[in-house]
């Protein structure tokens, strides 16, 4: 193969496979802040938070003291409020689909950084369900974090920037 040839071909291979290798950027991400609190008082107020339906809608489905991890879930029917809450990403054809419900599942992890301060990471999963006609589509969306901030700033933590 001559030199120019090749130069010319070998960036042209590259950019063919390339997006084969392209990584995706990740659809969960934790929001993190830090909470001026023990770790047991966080979690003992975070616990009350996913269990006192007065403080929020969600069900707690676990909370281990042992790992001070939490995880909690909240059906949505709300199509505006969803909307505020998650992005869901769908192919064309499904883009005419109507929002018919969705759940999210936060998962709280705490972490002792001093006797009086904590680390708190709260992750969210949202699952959308649309529909058109007799057709249903199960989405996994992405976060806006509006969920994490509000549970971080139940737990106590500053306000995010």
Known sequence: MKPLAASIITPLLVFAVAPAFAIESPRIVPRMNEVQKPEAEVFATLKKYFTDSSLSNFQLVSADE????????????????????????????????????????????????????????????????????????????????????????????????
Not at 127 to 136: P, V
């Open 66 to 161: 042992r790992t001070h991890t939490l995880v909690a879930k909240q059906a949505l029917t709300d199509d505006l409020s969803w909307r505020n809450w998650a992005f869901c990403e769908t192919g064309p054809v499904q883009m005419v689909y109507k929002f018919e419900d969705g759940t999210v599942t936060v998962t709280v992890k705490l972490e002792k950084t001093s006797r009086r301060s904590t680390l708190a990471s709260v992750s969210a999963d949202f699952q959308g369900r649309y529909g058109l006609g007799g057709n249903q589509n199960q989405v996994a969306c992405t976060s806006k974090f509006v969920v994490e901030d509000s549970i971080l700033a139940a737990a106590g933590a500053a306000p995010a920037k």
